[in-house]
């Protein structure tokens, strides 16, 4: 009796390993079958919501062949108002919040209405925000003098979306103006809701652990490094450390008066 | 009239060299349509105005919405940051006393004064002098971020000043 159970166990094992593998080829067949078909890989977040002071988790999905901290550029193009522009985003104390997006978009409508209601979002502090539509034969400029607020930074470069390889609209890149490197992207319906993959990005390179060293200690690193060599003492040199016996002494010693 | 690649920015017959950090706009006021209603992009002149080039440089993140004579940017400022504007004034002043001096001028650290700003803003200081260049009238206002720090920023204004190229009146 007891060996028959044990069997039926394996059998049943073996069935269930069975049937999970074909469960998961059935799926990777559909999955390929709706490519095929025309159908987009799912790449973005599901829609989520969480609990009031729950933090969101990052929408920001990592998008295929692309450089997490690919190089930033600066913008030249032209505003509605026919200003001929060049923007910094390289080289520069302040972050820049760059938004792609276009007139006839429908995912842009969140962010075009947020940007139109004051206080619905704001940059985090030291950055700035500059939206970013095609140029003028690209896109629809008397739509987008309607859609877009006078006091909202606005410039029309096509230039400007194959330069950060924007994927389409609407899609947000953090500049790092220090670094000239793209610190955050992604997509999403407004500013609120990518606000989190903003401000990740804004905190990331103000933690003390991306601190970059003072240039006057790396001056007096290279300096010392430079007289040691002339003098002969290279890394690993032995008068550049204690002797063993001398560090068992100073241990000891710290020991007792412990 | 283009926004060009690369870091020389030129329109209006204006073109300038943009140092590192540096941004710059050029641009010629919105003149209003008589009658028109106001629209989302709001018109900055009055009706009937002929209005000229302007070039705004910076060495901080210029804003939107700002006025000929930098109001709305030089209020972003701080102590290490130049903002430089030239105006370009009509032809009927052409042969005046004030636009007789010939050329961008060169400023001296003495030059900027804190009673030279447009508006009085603390720690600040202005220059502005009137000239004329390729037969086009011109007034430069420059401020700087620290009247204290007045020898250093004339040197940063003198070396964008030599990148600035004004082409003829056509």
């Keep these: 009796m007891t060996a028959l159970l044990i069997v039926e166990t394996v059998v049943l094992a073996v069935l269930c390993v069975l049937m999970a593998g074909l469960l998961r080829g059935y799926a990777a067949v559909l999955r390929r079958l709706h490519q095929l078909d025309g159908g987009a890989a799912a790449t973005t977040a599901p829609p989520f919501r969480t609990a009031a002071g729950i933090p969101e988790p990052a929408t920001g999905q990592r998008i295929e062949g692309r450089d997490e901290w690919a190089s930033s550029h600066d913008v030249d193009g032209v505003t509605l108002a026919g200003e001929i522009v060049s923007v910094r985003t390289v080289g520069v104390e302040h972050d820049t919040i760059l938004a792609f997006l276009s007139s006839h978009c429908e995912g842009c409508t969140g962010f075009w209405q947020e940007l139109g209601t004051p206080g619905s979002w704001t940059t985090p502090p030291g950055s700035r925000l500059l939206v970013v539509a095609k140029s003028p034969e690209d896109e629809s400029p008397s739509v987008l003098t309607q859609l877009c607020p006078d006091d909202v930074d606005l410039v029309m470069s096509s230039q400007a979306w194959a330069d950060f390889e924007v994927p389409g609209s609407p899609y947000v890149v953090v500049a790092d103006g220090r670094t000239g490197r793209v610190k955050g992207e992604g997509s999403g319906s407004s500013f609120s809701q990518v606000s989190g993959l903003i401000r990740q990005s804004v905190d990331d390179s103000r933690h003390p652990a991306m601190a970059r060293k003072p240039d006057s200690d790396r001056r007096r690193e290279r300096d010392i490094d430079r007289i040691l060599l002339t003098a002969g003492i290279g890394p690993q040199d032995a008068s550049l450390y204690a002797p063993a016996e001398a560090v068992e002494r100073t241990a000891v010693e710290l020991d007792e008066r412990a | ?170």
Excluded at chain 2, 66 to 94: H, I, Q
Excluded at chain 2, 101 to 114: K, V
Aim: with cysteine; charged share 15%.
């Design chain 2, 1 to 170: 009239m283009s926004a060009p690649a690369g870091k020389r920015l030129t329109g209006h017959g204006l073109s300038v060299g943009l140092p590192p950090r540096w941004e710059g706009r050029i641009y010629r006021r919105v003149v209003a349509e008589a009658g028109a209603q106001p629209g989302r992009l709001q018109a900055a002149g009055w009706p009937g105005e002929l209005s000229h080039p302007v070039l705004h440089l910076a060495n901080f993140a210029l804003p939107p919405g700002r006025g000929d004579f930098g109001t709305g940017a030089v209020e972003r400022m701080g102590p290490d940051n130049l903002f430089v504007s030239l105006l370009e004034f009509g032809p009927d002043c052409l042969g005046s006393a004030l636009y007789a001096p010939a050329g961008i001028p060169r400023i001296r650290p003495g030059q900027f004064n804190p009673n030279g700003m447009q508006r009085r803003v603390a720690g600040q200081a202005g220059f502005q002098h009137f000239f004329t260049e390729a037969n086009r009238p011109f007034c430069l206002y420059v401020v700087i971020g620290s009247h204290r720090q007045a020898v250093p920023l004339a040197k940063q204004v003198n070396d964008v000043l030599e990148q600035i190229e004004v082409s003829h009146a056509g």
